[in-house]
């Protein structure tokens, strides 16, 4: 015969975490090795970086938009910077605000989305009335 699992002497209870009433022992077992792996982190993300940093300086020989980039002098590159970083706020604005109603029709509080929202309303009118005072 089988018991049913919430029977008494069924085992012990499941909550969202793993068995109600023991302590984690998945963040206990990883300290050991953190500064180990912050170790790495740390020497990885400084070679990523100045790899990419090469590339984009080598490409600035051979590239009219990336040495534009790099030396600010040129007016024209600057109009096309704008426009992209028009663009580009744009687009994460539009993912804000979908992932935002996303996070709504799933049932949850969509908080975190809100707060970029809003970051982006404040930055947005804070740079319009500086930019206004300024011309």
Do not use: K, W
């Not at 990523?48 to 002098?73: C, H, I, K, Q, Y």
């Amino acid at each position: 015969m089988v018991r049913p699992v919430n029977a008494p002497g069924a085992g012990p209870r499941h909550g969202e975490n793993g068995p109600v009433g023991q302590p984690p022992l998945v963040p206990a077992s990883c300290l050991p090795s953190l500064p180990l792996a912050l170790a790495i982190g740390r020497y990885f993300d400084t070679q990523v970086e100045e790899v990419f940093s090469g590339a984009f300086l080598l490409a600035a020989r051979r590239s009219e938009t990336v040495a534009g980039l790099v030396d600010r002098r040129d007016e024209r590159i600057n109009p096309v910077d704008r426009d992209a970083s028009l663009l580009a706020g744009a687009a994460v604005l539009l993912a804000v605000l979908v992932m935002f109603v996303v996070e709504i029709a799933q049932g949850q509080d969509g908080s975190p989305y809100a707060a970029l929202g809003a970051l982006g309303g404040v930055a947005y009118v804070t740079a319009l009335v500086v930019l206004r005072l300024r011309r």
